[in-house]
Nanobody
């Protein structure tokens, strides 16, 4: 069983930055494929970024060039650096881990507003 705990959300002005963190426990972190999803009110949950166990990354078109996903296996942690934030980035952000089964964190709210 994998447990995921997100942190780092909050309120930020348009153009600002936030860094989300997701700490994993319960299994060998290095084998996990990790991802960040988000869900805005009234919308479906969508994949924002992912990083494989070997460090290969992928991004949604809407965040390319603004968001960066990274992982530090020694800390069992995955990060999402979010720059140039826009109001449309407002959502609950969820950490996801995948290895044989899929696991979710509890989510952290990101609000981009002036």
């Amino acid at each position: 069983q994998v447990q995921l705990v997100e942190s780092g959300g909050g309120l930020v002005q348009p153009g600002g930055s936030l860094r989300l963190s997701c700490a994993a426990s319960g299994t060998s972190f290095s084998v996990l494929r990790m991802g960040w999803y988000r869900q805005a009110p009234g919308k479906q949950r969508e994949l924002v970024a992912s990083i494989s166990s070997t460090g290969t990354t992928s991004y949604a078109d809407s965040v390319k060039g603004r968001f960066t996903i990274s992982r530090v296996n020694a800390k069992n942690t995955v990060y999402l650096q979010m720059n140039s934030l826009k109001p449309e980035d407002t959502a609950v952000y969820y950490c996801n881990a995948n290895y044989i089964a899929t696991y979710w964190g509890q989510g952290t709210q990101v609000t981009v507003s002036s």
